[in-house]
């Protein structure tokens, strides 16, 4: 079991900067790859960014290319999402997962075993 608890949400105007932070604990973080997903009011949860354990492979949704960066620091259990540039289209909920499994489909829900409560990111214009 891992527990998730992601951190750093807030309110922002539009091209500012935030970072979010997600800290995993439990009985084991070795080996995890990790996802941030964000879901707006009356939407479906969609999938924003991830990262490979080793950090080697970051995908990322087309709508946050080049204005977000995932990365982790696995001595401190800890991926973050470093947004910038940031756009009212990106207010949601942001949530991030966990899964250990050996061939992770990133972009996919399904895929990720444990999920935060989330964090709630507001831009406004």
């Known amino acids: 079991q891992v527990q998730l608890v992601e951190s750093g949400g807030g309110l922002v105007q539009a091209g500012g900067s935030l970072r979010l932070s997600c800290a995993a604990s439990?009985?084991?973080?070795?080996?995890?790859?990790m996802g941030w997903f964000r879901q707006a009011p009356g939407k479906e949860r969609e999938f924003v960014a991830a990262i490979s354990w080793l950090g080697g492979s970051t995908p990322y949704a087309d709508s946050v290319k080049g204005r977000f960066t995932i990365s982790r620091e696995n001595a401190k259990n800890t991926v973050y999402l470093q947004m910038n540039s940031l756009k009212p289209e990106d207010t949601a909920v942001y949530y991030c997962?966990?899964?250990?499994?050996?061939?992770?489909?990133?972009?996919?829900?399904?895929?990720?075993?444990?999920w935060g409560q989330g964090t709630q990111v507001t831009v406004s214009s």
């Open positions: 997962a966990a899964t250990n499994a050996g061939s992770a489909v990133y972009r996919v829900e399904r895929t990720y075993d444990y």
């Open positions: 439990g009985r084991t973080f070795s080996g995890y790859a």
